[in-house]
């Protein structure tokens, strides 16, 4: 196995006095593509939020390591600027910013964490203009107010745009398929395929095989009830695609 | 018996005060309308927050009722500097600028140029004796204070301010009138006194600001009435800058003609309290009036926008959109009623609040309403009171994609504040309060993400 990244160890989580994750493991090695898919309410969503540290979820025991560093004392902006980023499930509107100004005052952010100057604006400026192509989102939408009146596949076509300009090492993709027609789905595919490489580590949550046979995991995970019940390869997805939750549940009772 | 005098007492021994200074010199109408006002005042006395007064409900003016502010028929001032003013308000040379000082013109510091075209830009005091009959005809007429406590004061004290004439059809320079306080020992009133008449296809811009020199606790009780004449087009801008211990309650009351459309916007940030009483009348003929309005209130600061549009015309429109960004337990109060009345067929309203509140502790109070007596119009009113939970998932998200709290706050508030600040037209204008904004943002942090960091258990 490559050298891990991110590792999980014995997770549980609380939200609103709710026990939501309830020991969950789990480890993701450099230039790997995890896939997690569950039944609603399984809690990946939780699990993404947790790891980008939003604050209402609350880690009431366990560890997360990010190369190595404790994550779980750190702030959800010092998160992002260690490198790990999340497209939202439910990306929220910013009325009067402008994404422009908005990705270029994060990415400043980051290189200031690795001792980086401010990119030049010029330099910036050609890099969002090549993104926006190869993201394939409107131009004209990218002069308006972040997400703002934006459609939902749009608002997820934006998150990708800022993830390419951001350029994490993990990416955390909360449902970024939902509600995407197929060339949405394809572009959304072709941008996380394109950021494969040995430093890059993916972690996409989804409900559907489809969005994987374009993007081809090499892990797949099945969580329940706030735990990972089982893992396997990219053929696990076909399985749950044909079988049903339930079919899991049974084999785990069987077990 | 002079140690004790009432509140009350120690207006009308002011006022008694400058009826004698002014004797003679005052055209006998002025005099009489003055003392309409303060006979209106003794009998309504301030307002009162009690219940079923819906005009003052959320506002208390007890601080103000409470307090010994004096009155200087003629304040000194020589002390105040065109550097010291180029620093707090809005200044260009090519403006056409009238200072007053604690209600005093001061023609010292100000440039009026001596052939303005069709364009006549004066003090009060000195239009009383060169456009006496012009100004019989608008003066107080447009401002009723028959139920107004405050504008019945103002008009009791009426003996300066600014007098704007314009006519023709040229752009003229933009006219400012810039309302300093000092800081003084005594708490000071001043009673500022604006009267705009437009003639008929004239365009004017005006700018009417409102600043406190100093810290101290002052009182100023304005009143401006702007005359918008058939065809013409008035963008007028109020910016309130008053003195964080400041009482700021003014009434602007527009009527405005056939074709003829008044734009205002209205930015105020600062003032122990501050009220400001909005009446447009869509009297013509497809009239229009625009109001947008940004305020930023911080510490204990209270702000009422009290907001009127009388549709009596067919084919009038108006438009409101007001914002306002709170923090500390500062409270902001919004009531923005529309009159549609019988007749203003095919009219349209529409009107709109939003909040960007960014302390727990902070409240609005956001009351829009409709009344429409006619069935040929269309109106839409939209009221968001901006929930912290809002702003917090906003700040989340930011932060999230790599800003620090401090950051994403200051992109938030620029967002926020941009959509009304990009209406100025006025080139300059909007520059300077782009300044004010961004001086104020540090005291417009985010409160609330610190705390929770906390309680992440390890
Ligand atoms: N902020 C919150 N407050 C209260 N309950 C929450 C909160 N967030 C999540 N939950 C609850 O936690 C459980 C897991 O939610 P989560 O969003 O993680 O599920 P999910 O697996 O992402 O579901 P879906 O497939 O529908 O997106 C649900 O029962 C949900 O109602
Ligand atoms: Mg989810």
Known sequence: ?????????????????????????????????????????????????????????????????????????????????EGIFLAFQYPVELPGVSAWQFMKTALDSIREQRGEEPMDYRVFDKMWRQKIKDVGID?????????????????????????????????????????????????VADVVNKRRGPEKAVLV??????????????????????????????????????????????????? | ???????????????????????????????????????RFEQLGFPTARRGNEKWKYTNVAPIADAAFRYSASPKTSGVKTTALRRVAPWRKEWTTLVFVDGRYAPTLSSVPSDGGGLRVASLAEAFRTDEALIEQHLAKHAAFEDDGFAALNTAFLSDGAFIHAAGGDEHAPVHLLFVATDSTQPQVAYPRTLVVTERNTKLTLVETYVGLGDGAYFNDAVTEVVVGDG??????????????????????????????????????????????????????????????????????????????DHAAPYSQSYQYVKGILTGTSHAVYTGRVLIRKGAVKSNARQADKNLILSERAEVDTKP????????????????????????EQIFYMRSRGLDPKAAGALLIRGFVKEILDTVKLEPLRAFLDGVTDKALPEFQFEGFGDRDEQRER
């Not at chain 1, 025991?61 to 600027?81: C, W, Y």
């Open chain 2, 232 to 309: 013409s087009a008035v963008d007028h801008y109020k910016v309130t800058l008053e003195s964080a211990n400041a009482f700021h309650v003014s009434m602007t009351r527009a009527t405005v003609g056939q074709d003829a459309l008044f734009s205002t916007t209205a930015f105020a940030k600062g003032g122990a309290l501050a009220r400001h009483d909005l009446h447009m009348a869509l009297a013509g003929h497809g009239s229009s009036c625009k109001l947008n309005g940004l305020h930023l209130t911080a510490g204990r600061e209270h702000i009422d926008n009290h907001v009127n549009i």
């Open chain 2, 369 to 392: 309403s409709m009344e429409i007596y006619c069935d040929d119009v269309k109106a839409t009113h939209g009221a968001t009171a901006g929930q912290i939970a809002e702003a917090e």
């Open chain 1, 139 to 187: 131009q004209e939408l990218v002069k308006r107010s972040v997400n703002e009146g934006f459609s939902g596949g749009e608002k997820k076509r934006s998150e990708m745009l800022q993830m390419m300009v951001l350029d994490p090492k993990l990416a955390l993709m909360d449902e970024t398929d939902s509600g995407l027609d197929i060339d949405a789905l394809k572009s």
């Open chain 1, 205 to 255: 949550v989804t409900h559907y095989q489809r969005l994987l046979n374009y993007i081809v995991p090499d892990f797949v995970h099945i969580l329940i009830d706030g735990r990972i019940v089982r893992s396997g390869g990219a053929g696990l997805a076909l399985e749950v695609e044909e079988k049903g939750y339930d079919w899991v549940r049974e084999a785990m009772a069987t077990a």
């Open chain 1, 1 to 81: 196995m490559a050298e891990p990244m991110l590792v999980i160890r014995d997770l549980h989580v609380k939200v609103a006095d709710t026990e939501i994750l309830k020991g969950l493991s789990l480890s993701i090695g450099k230039g790997e593509v995890h896939a997690i898919m569950g039944p609603n309410g399984s809690g990946k969503s939780t699990l993404v939020n947790v790891l980008a540290g939003k604050p209402e979820y609350v880690v009431t025991s366990g560890a997360i390591t990010f190369e190595g560093k404790n994550v779980l004392p750190m702030t959800v902006d010092q998160r992002a600027r």
């Open chain 2, 1 to 39: 018996m002079t140690t004790t005098l009432t509140k009350h007492e120690q207006y009308l021994a002011d006022f008694r005060v400058l009826e004698q200074a002014a004797d003679g010199s005052a055209p006998a109408w002025l005099r009489q309308l003055r003392q309409e006002g303060m006979a």
